[in-house]
């Protein structure tokens, strides 16, 4: 049969706007999660970690925000520039279970001029 | 430079062909990790090193065998692979703890296809 690829959610902003990247996490028990971008061509790079006993957590122009009560987490870019441009992966992991992170698909951030 | 560098950055290879991929970490990390990334699902864990000690991933097909000599090199030998195998082949390296986990950095990737 013909193959599919994996439906990437796109999100398209301003220059200059802020963007929100959303995931929802599958294990209640998840006590680490990280932010990765990954631009054509090349490895996922480090953004932003939280752990389970902060719910907010701020870097240069990155916020991830974290709800364990819905297992939801969120990264919010401000004054997003043309190179933030890339496809932006939540991973989960539960330190018991050693360094074994699940990925999210992915979100697509297209940054308009 | 992430610190990760990973070769051949492409790979094509016949279902018959033996070839490895090869991943050097410089970040002075204890583990290192196989990654595979398709068009059709999110990044796929295949293999982990912690201390140099493999742990198993009984869903990856035997055709694939990860070899990781010391703590900064790690090898995937490729043999009789399927055309669904070509993926963007990804290594990580991070410094694991026991109290919990620790942010992976990632190679640039090996892109395979398989004909």
């Known amino acids: 049969g013909e193959s599919v690829g994996l439906h990437l959610p796109t999100l398209s902003v301003q220059e200059g706007d802020n963007s929100i990247i959303n995931c929802a996490y599958s294990n209640s028990a998840s006590d680490y999660f990280i932010w990765y971008k990954q631009e054509s061509g090349k490895g996922p790079q480090f953004i932003i970690d939280?752990?389970?006993?902060?719910d907010k957590r701020q870097g240069q122009r990155v916020t991830v925000l974290l709800n364990k009560t819905v297992k939801h987490l969120s990264l919010q870019i401000a004054a997003t520039q043309p190179g933030d441009s890339a496809v932006y992966f939540c991973a989960e992991n539960y330190s018991n279970y050693g360094q074994n992170f699940v990925f999210g698909p992915g979100t697509r951030l297209s940054v308009l001029p | 430079e992430t610190g990760v560098t990973q070769t051949p950055r492409h790979l094509v290879m016949g279902m018959t062909n033996k070839k490895s991929l090869k991943c050097e970490q410089h970040?002075?990390?204890?583990?290192m990790y196989w990654y595979k990334q398709s068009a059709k699902k999110p990044l796929e864990l295949m293999f982990v090193y912690s201390l140099e000690e493999r742990v198993e991933n009984n869903s990856v097909p035997s055709r694939f065998s990860p070899e990781c000599p010391n703590s900064s090199h790690l090898f995937l030998h490729l043999h009789t692979l399927q055309p669904e195998d070509s993926a963007l082949y990804l290594c990580?390296?991070?410094?694991?703890?026991?109290?919990?986990?620790?942010?992976?950095?990632f190679g640039s990737g090996t892109q395979l296809s398989v004909l």
């Open positions: 990580a390296s991070s410094q694991a703890q026991a109290s919990g986990g620790e942010k992976l950095f």
């Open positions: 970040l002075g990390h204890n583990a």
């Open positions: 939280i752990r389970s006993n902060m």
